[in-house]
């Protein structure tokens, strides 16, 4: 989990942060592949923040997509239900503004941050 206690929605598709949906990593990825697949993301983006020149920085910026399409979290959907993803909504516009509303005040907070 995140160094941060972010609401997660009831299907645990989403988490909440800075007052927008994100999509969470795939559960059902292997633990090695979801492992390989964080290592190739924290190398891309201390990458990004070395970049010295705009076509270094654009390589690490698409390394960075290619390891969250890895885990999941960017592309197609991991679920088959065939929901829309609702990843960047306010909760509040989603599907899931009724479980938003009835999340703590704590929680919510922990969201908006």
């Known amino acids: 989990m995140?160094?941060?206690?972010?609401?997660?929605?009831?299907?645990?598709?989403?988490?909440?942060?800075?007052?927008?949906?994100?999509?969470?990593?795939?559960?059902?990825l292997s633990e090695e592949d979801r492992a390989a697949a964080v290592k190739a993301l924290m190398q891309a983006r201390r990458a990004v923040r070395e970049a010295g020149t705009d076509g270094e920085t654009r390589d690490a910026r698409d390394a960075v997509d290619a390891a969250k399409r890895r885990l999941g979290e960017r592309g197609p959907v991991w679920w088959s239900d065939d929901?829309?993803?609702?990843?960047?909504?306010?909760?509040?516009?989603?599907?899931?503004?009724?479980w938003w509303s009835e999340l703590s005040e704590d929680a919510q907070k922990r969201g908006l941050d």
Do not use: Q
């Open 2 to 28: 995140s160094r941060k206690d972010y609401p997660r929605t009831p299907d645990g598709r989403y988490f909440v942060a800075r007052g927008r949906l994100w999509r969470c990593t795939d559960p059902g």
């Open 83 to 98: 929901a829309p993803d609702e990843t960047r909504r306010a909760p509040l516009t989603s599907s899931y503004a009724a």
